[in-house]
């Protein structure tokens, strides 16, 4: 692990850890609230932080400046619901003018998006993710617990509106219980400019075991939406993230396929995270954080957070062990990481 101190901010140092990979990618759960309970989601009792344990709107913004003078340039906001955070358009407007960042992206449920686009993209938000699991607005209300799929897809097209591009659409595959909509979800590539991401099901805080018949994998995913017509590969490109992308023969969006647990991207991993209650992350699939908020409420200076952002890209594994058929269980709760 290398690490140059934060200061001077006018050539940032990098983050780099043991396996040579380079940390530039920030996400920030800025809730851990949610006005959703998606089953894959919110497993178990839900119980929220109180008000005092969550970073405040300026604490994260300091946070996130330290981390661009380290060399973040990527950050991507996200929960629990971030558009549930009282401010949330003006921590985005101010994100947005920190120097060195050059990629400010969110992630949202998208049923408070409707009247929310257009301030987000005046705050100067270019790109947002919106999960949609179903097109089905029956099924809708099984997986998250609340009948707003028109809200979810009012949000949707108040994003595109406001001129945010690509709309992502980030869907969560289950075996049983969405399946059904891979095809559905995949068409709306042919019709709309919609990047549609199937993402495999990650076994967060229940026993791996228990979830294993829910999970499938992205190349029986990639089979069905085949079944539609040819696939046509894109050429990864150094910024995308960890989607294989392709595209229907003549369709107007992207069909994009995560494969978080059968086809491990670690090894080109960039990211840390942050906790809505103030902790840095070296990886979404493990229970190892680094105490950011306590340091931070009593007084530390840039440099003791800028060390703190070393010390975590330093514990960052060389790959995570989260495994359907072990019962090495994460603890966390994916809402309180930030998803
Ligand atoms: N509330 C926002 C939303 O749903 O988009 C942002 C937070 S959510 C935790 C971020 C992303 O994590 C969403 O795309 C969600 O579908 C995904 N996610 C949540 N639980 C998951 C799980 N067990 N496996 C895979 N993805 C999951
Ligand atoms: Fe809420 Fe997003 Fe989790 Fe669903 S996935 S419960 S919308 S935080």
């Known amino acids: 692990m290398t ?32 006005n959703l309970r998606c089953r894959y989601c919110m497993t178990g009792e839900t119980r929220w932080l109180p008000k005092h344990a969550i970073l405040t709107l300026e604490e994260l913004h300091r946070v996130v400046s330290i981390g661009a003078g380290l060399g973040i340039d990527k950050v991507r906001l996200t929960g629990g619901e971030p558009l549930c955070r009282r401010g949330i358009v003006d921590l985005v407007a101010n ?4 120097p060195g960042l050059d990629d400010i992206a969110l992630t949202t449920n998208g049923t408070l998006l409707a009247g929310m686009a257009q301030p987000l993209a005046r705050a100067g938000l270019g790109r947002i993710n919106i999960s949609l699991d179903t097109l089905d607005t029956h099924a809708f209300g099984r997986i998250t617990g609340r009948d707003l799929w028109e809200d979810a897809w009012q949000g949707i097209t108040s994003a595109q509106a406001a001129g945010m591009a690509p709309v992502k659409i980030n869907t969560v595959v289950m075996r049983g ?26 076994p967060i805080g229940i026993d791996p075991r228990q979830g294993q018949p829910n999970f499938m994998a992205v190349d029986e995913i990639q089979m069905r939406v085949a079944e539609l017509g040819e696939l046509l590969p894109i050429d990864h490109q150094p910024s995308d993230g960890p989607a294989q992308r392709f595209r229907l023969a003549g369709a107007a969006g992207e069909i994009g396929l995560i494969g978080s647990m059968s086809a491990h991207f670690c090894s080109r991993c960039n990211r840390i995270r ?7 992350r070296p990886c979404l699939l493990s229970d190892d954080q680094v105490d950011l908020i306590t340091p931070l409420r009593r007084g530390a200076t840039d440099d003791d957070i ?6 975590t890209t330093a514990r960052k594994q060389g790959g995570h062990r989260l495994r359907f058929n072990e019962n090495r269980r994460l603890r966390s709760k994916m809402a309180g990481i930030g998803g």
Do not use: W
């Open 306 to 311: 800028a060390a703190l952002f070393a010390e």
């Open 95 to 98: 994100i947005c003018r920190i």
């Open 3 to 34: 690490f140059t101190p934060a200061q001077p901010f006018h050539a940032p140092p990098h983050l780099t850890d043991q396996f040579h990979r380079t940390v530039s990618y920030l996400r920030v759960s800025v809730t851990d609230r949610c």
């Open 177 to 202: 219980v969405n399946d059904d909509q891979i095809k559905p979800l995949a068409l709306l590539t042919r019709q709309y400019p919609f990047h549609v991401r199937f993402i495999e099901y990650m």
């Open 274 to 280: 942050l906790t809505a209650d103030g902790h840095l």
